[in-house]
Nanobody, 128 residues
């Protein structure tokens, strides 16, 4: 049974940093691409960042490029999202998700239909 559990959310002032983690179990973690998504109140869920199976390839949404860094540790079955220079508009529920398409590394995606497995989310609030 696939399980994805996010942690590390919280409240931070603008300009601050947070590091999210996502612990995965129930499947061969190193064989799937992983992504972070977020959903702000009243808005649709959006893709934030995605990483290939081995971690060599990444892609970011324009809104977080240069501020967020996605990484993974395949020895610990854990996904990370380092978030720096946080802005109030980064306030959202953050979700990790798994893309198990065999071609995911060759075609990194931030499309929700490509991610069949999701965590429950962790809240990030950026406010002064």
């Amino acid at each position: 049974q696939v399980s994805l559990v996010e942690s590390g959310g919280g409240s931070v002032q603008p300009g601050g940093s947070l590091r999210l983690s996502c612990a995965a179990s129930g499947y061969t973690y190193s064989r799937v691409c992983m992504g972070w998504f977020r959903q702000a109140p009243g808005k649709e869920r959006e893709g934030v960042a995605v990483i290939s199976t081995g971690g060599s390839w990444v892609s970011y949404a324009d809104s977080v490029e240069g501020r967020f860094t996605i990484s993974r540790d395949n020895t610990k079955n854990t996904l990370y999202l380092q978030m720096n220079s946080l802005k109030p508009e980064d306030t959202a529920m953050y979700f990790c998700a798994a893309d198990n398409r065999p071609t995911c590394t060759r075609s990194l995606s931030l499309r929700e239909p490509d991610f069949p497995y999701w965590g429950q989310g962790t809240q990030v609030t950026v406010s002064s």
